[in-house]
């Protein structure tokens, strides 16, 4: 979740939507999205919308504290329902993520899973995922976990080298995201994902074949591999910038990604979106699936952005200003926006493109048709997809895609 916040219009004190917001709701898949903003300390690379101890003392008091924070949040869950109104759909999926949420106690995790159930129904099959980090959970955590509800756990491995954990600050040691694995399966968890991010300085080749060999040996059913990002203003970007550690590089990005997909798919792991592969559908993350193809979810938490029925708001960001809100009654939303035809056109295509099935051509205006064809004729977008109305991207197309698709939504 990004610090940043855009600008907007104003979210009404009760959080009302639109009139036309829920029209055709029936037909759209409902999730939830839980977001925990406390952690122990701060990664080097993190620019998402967290908070250590020492950053909130004084900043907010009991408003702030990780102890309350279940309450707060469940107080914005009812919110969601008032706002909803009769709005009979199951929820589909829920992620909490962070910040990291295994900080809290696994009761709080429950609470706040249970108040979904209480005010929501929640869809027999629904997925249930919670981040963690592997050092904030044990056997008896992860147990706990699971007989609250949750089915799916998704731990921030980042990499097998200790060398490389200590640049991105990463506390855990190698090794235990793979013994973590083992302690979910044992707790019961059918679904279990392993992220790494490559392209760290001071990476070699050898340490990122090392670590997707670790992920894989470990016994995941879903690996996510990302491209280390310097956000400005953060610990690492202040490193580079001095000189410290080296720059990142778009061409070491490339060939890294080249070796994932390589080594992951010689394991099993097909990939279904640009940064994520799965060793089979029921594997896949559903709840990102839901994002990336438009859905409606709501975010609770300070900083969490949410959207129904062409509608998009995000709160208010520091826990105590988000916790404040809802102590008087009011929305924690800091603005919206309402999207035009336009927009949702332009973000099918920024965001179906990146998934296996890709995005259907008829999103595309004359321009970005032409562009799909040439991309063909390069070898981006699979020639059989486009023969039946898609743009799908190839190996060399997924290396592309962020230029590619400035292309097509022209």
């Not at 977001?35 to 909130?56: I, K, S, W």
Request: hydrophobic share 40%.
């Amino acid at each position: 979740m990004p610090s940043a916040l855009p600008e907007g219009e104003p979210v009404p004190d009760d959080g009302s939507l639109p009139p036309d917001a829920l029209s055709g709701a029936s037909g759209r898949p409902l999730a939830f999205y839980l977001h925990v903003p406390y952690c122990a300390t701060r990664c080097g690379y993190c620019d998402f919308n967290t908070y250590t101890a020492g950053e909130l003392r004084g900043s907010g008091g009991v408003l702030a504290s990780r102890e309350n924070y279940a309450d707060t949040l469940i107080d914005e869950i009812r919110l969601a329902r008032k706002v909803l109104g009769e709005d009979p759909r199951p929820v589909e999926s829920v992620f909490v993520g962070g910040g990291t949420p295994t900080l809290l106690p696994a009761a709080d995790l429950g609470r706040m899973l249970a108040a979904i159930r209480a005010e929501f129904p929640l869809a027999d099959d629904a997925e249930i995922t919670t981040e963690a980090n592997p050092d904030s959970v044990d056997p008896r955590y992860l147990a706990q976990l699971r007989a609250a509800g949750f089915n799916r756990v998704s731990f921030g491995m980042q990499s097998a080298r200790q060398h490389v954990l200590r640049v991105l600050d990463r506390t855990h040691t190698p090794g235990r995201p793979e013994a973590c694995v083992a302690e979910a399966r044992a707790a019961g968890f059918d679904h279990v994902n392993l992220d790494l991010i490559y392209g760290t300085p001071g990476e070699s080749d050898d340490d990122w074949r090392a670590s997707l060999t670790a992920a894989v040996e470990a016994g995941p059913d879903h690996v996510s591999a990302y491209a280390l990002i310097v956000e400005e203003g953060t610990r690492l970007a202040h490193r580079i910038r001095r000189g410290e550690v080296p720059a990142t590089d778009d061409d070491v990005h490339a060939d890294r990604y080249l070796i994932a997909e390589e080594l992951l798919a010689s394991a099993g792991f097909d990939w279904y979106e640009v940064s994520n592969w799965a060793t089979s559908e029921a594997g896949r993350c559903r709840h990102n699936l839901l994002y990336w193809t438009g859905a409606d979810w709501w975010g609770a938490g300070p900083g969490a952005h949410s959207h129904v029925g062409g509608v998009r708001w995000w709160n208010v960001k520091h826990p105590a200003a988000y916790a404040a809100a809802l102590a008087r009654g009011h929305s924690p939303g800091a603005g919206r926006e309402v999207l035009q035809a336009e927009d949702r056109r332009v973000e099918r295509v920024l965001l179906e493109l990146r998934l296996a099935d890709g995005c259907p051509l008829d999103l595309l205006r004359p321009a970005g048709a032409e562009a799909a064809r040439r991309a063909v004729a390069d070898g981006l977008l699979d020639a059989d997809a486009h023969a039946s109305g898609r743009a799908a991207l190839t190996l060399r197309g997924r290396l592309l895609a962020d230029a590619l698709v400035r292309d097509l939504v022209d």
